[in-house]
């Protein structure tokens, strides 16, 4: 599977955006995808996960209440809707795609990345 994020840019904090993923493959469908970001300096850490069907996501307690991931598996897309940012979500975001079709926050069992775009909140 390959992805491609767009979507990042510059926001005001209490701002929103929105985050996008397109993959390209016939096992979109059945397989889980994920959010993360890295922020300057600090290590990748998860945001979001959503399920093969949508059914199922589970979120970072740090955005929980603020993003909703969503996926449209006709369109072969993921979605993150970023509400109420925060100066400290200033990262670059990644999607990615996982080996199988249940949600998981651990990056190793995530086989697929996209090239990452960047958000920045301005306070």
């Known amino acids: 599977v390959q992805l491609q994020a767009s979507g990042g840019g510059l926001v005001q904090a209490g701002g929103s955006l929105r985050l996008s993923c397109a993959a390209s493959g016939r096992t979109f469908s059945s397989i889980a995808m994920g959010w993360f970001r890295q922020a300057q300096g600090k290590e990748r850490e998860f945001v979001a996960t959503i399920n093969w069907s949508g059914g199922r996501t589970y979120y970072a307690d740090s955005v929980k209440g603020r993003f909703t991931i969503s996926r449209d598996n006709a369109k072969n897309t993921v979605n993150l809707q970023m509400n109420c940012l925060k100066p400290e979500d200033t990262a670059v975001y990644y999607c990615?795609?996982?080996?199988?079709?249940?949600?998981?926050?651990?990056?190793?069992?995530?086989?697929?990345w996209g090239q990452g775009t960047q958000l920045t909140v301005s306070s």
């Open positions: 990615a795609a996982r080996r199988g079709g249940v949600i998981s926050s651990n990056p190793a069992d995530f086989g697929s």
